[in-house]
Each structure stands twice: as structure tokens, then as C-alpha cells.
């Protein structure tokens, strides 16, 4: 956890109880920069605070979005402790009347390169604030110990990604081996239709596999929510057997079709695709659900024909028959 360089130490400040009020300083590695958040889009760090990480608040008059944070603890490194700027107007479940609070994030980072993260969220989700994983509070100094709760179990499919702009191919990682082929697909959209089912739609994490490339031929569809079809994969885990992998999308801009991140869910043949962040229990053979556990959102992607596979640091394709790489035995199997 050496990466975080930047952080330097508290400024505190003692209030007339004597409590000790902090606010942390960002160093070389956040201040004064910009980054993508898979799941919150850009993320601008000044000296102490940040902007753009967003949340609704439900109130009795409406809701409000808040988005603009202080930098309050952090410890070893590998957790970042935030407060809203301001207090905003709450409505707790047992109240009918709302109080003035502040929220509370907890980032629990770690380092995937010099140039990006993941991060947890321990905490458990309030339902007045949109299901985000956030603790509220009247008070104005909460600490590390009141805000990660250590006892919250988050699905490890829960992850979020922080890459840093201007640096996205230095975040580049190799994909997981369930995606480093080359293979036609069948699309699926979470609404029923199918789509490109001839041949030449591909998906290419062979030739390059810290690089996914995606070209359409008989379908007009944006494969993993990208225009172009050319992305980087910047993080990836397993859970249950699966790999789920968050890939950056190429495209010069974003469109309301198209989203900058995308999670794909695999093994062998099967893949689902979710924009943005993976979702809490996404399988590589089910449409990914929204955070209400009902709404389908993404697509599936089915492979129907492969053309090679990287192995032994080689990218073998073109080969004459259909091929299946039995990673346990390390040979090449004929396909049924």
C-alpha cells in the first residue's frame, strides 16, 4: 500500500470541548488532480476536499444531490475517511420530520497501479440516501472507527475502480485467462432481442491482453457500452468461481448510449456485461440486476465460435479447427 504517497498529516485544530477536530491534506499523488470512478464519473481532488463523488438525499420537500466532500482521516494508507462539505436536510426511517447532518465515506483503497485503485465502502446502506453505503451524522468530527464499519460484510463483486485521467493507459492490466481469446458472439439484450449472430462480430483479448477489442459486423449494437469497441482492462477479481473485470472504455467521449467503465462477468463461453461497476451478485449467466435486486440492466454475450487463445505467451489463432484451452492440463482439446 506504498502508492498513496500523498496524504500527508492532519491539520487539527482543538475546539473549546478540547475535542480535536482534523482535516487531512492530499499530497502529490490526489492534489490537484482528476479522476474516473467507475461508478461516480469524474472526480476532481483539491488540496483537502473533492468533488463529484454524488449522492440523493430524500427529504420531506424533494431531493437534493450532494457532491462536494472534505477530507477527514486516514490511516496506513489504505483507508480514506470524507465529509460532506456542508450539512444537508435528512429524513431518518423512525422520523417525520427531517434534521440537518452530515454524511460520511469511508474508501477502503487498494492499490492496483501507481495510476489507479479499488475501494470498498464498509458500511451499511441507507435506504434514504439512494441504498449508498455512507453513515449520517449531526456531529461534525467523526473518526475512522465511527465511519468504516469493520463488522459490514460487502460482497466482493462490490468493488470500485479509481483511475487517474490522463494516465488511463498506464492502468492497463492483463485481463483474467477467462477472457484472453479471440471468439464470435451472440448478443442478449436484458429486453429479449438477440443480435449479432453471423460471423465476424469478435472480441479480441489475444492480441494484446491487457486490451479488449470488440468489432461488429451484423449488429449495430455498443458492445459493453462503447462506440469504438477499444478498452483497457484496469481491474479485476473472483468470487465464486467467476471473474468479474472492470474495463475502461477508449471512446474520445460518452455518450447517453455509452458509458466510460464496464464490469463483465465470465467463464468459458458465457459473459455479462453490467456499465459502470459490477453489481452485487452478477453471474456470468443471468442480465445483471440494478441496486433494487429487480431491474435488469446490461446484457449477455454467449461465445459461439473461438479462434485462438493466449497461451505460454503466445496469442494462437487462426487455427483450422475449433479449439478449447484446458487451462489444467495445459493442452489443446477439439471442441464438441
Known sequence: MHVLLGITAFVCVYILSHKVSCQCSFGTTFASTTWHDNTKGALTFTATGITGWAFTSTRTSGVTIISSWQCVN????????????????????SSTTSIQVYAYLCLKLTTVTGNSFIYYQPQ?????????????????????????????????????????????????????????????????????????????????????????????????QEIAFSAGGQFYCVATVSSNGYDYTTVYNRDASISSTTNRFACLSSIDTDISVAPGNCTAYQTPFTFPLEADQSTKTGHRLVVTEEYGKYTKNVCLVNVTFLVHYDYRCLNFIRSK
Open 124 to 220: 451499511v446502506q441507507e435506504i434514504n440516501l439512494g441504498g449508498e453505503r455512507l453513515k449520517v451524522s449531526a456531529l461534525s468530527t467523526l473518526y475512522q472507527t465511527d465511519v468504516c464499519d469493520s463488522t459490514v460484510s460487502v460482497p466482493t463483486t462490490e468493488y470500485h475502480v479509481l483511475v487517474k485521467s490522463g494516465s488511463e493507459a498506464s492502468a492497463a492490466i492483463q485481463c483474467p485467462d477467462s477472457l484472453l481469446f479471440v471468439v464470435d458472439f451472440t448478443y442478449y439484450g436484458n429486453d429479449g432481442s438477440s443480435a449479432c449472430t453471423g460471423s465476424g462480430d469478435r472480441l479480441d483479448v489475444c492480441t494484446d491482453k491487457t486490451q479488449m477489442t470488440i468489432t461488429t459486423n451484423t449488429c449495430t
Open 74 to 93: 486516514h490511516t496506513d494508507n489504505t483507508y480514506l475517511v470524507l465529509r460532506t462539505s456542508n450539512t444537508f436536510s435528512f429524513q431518518p426511517s
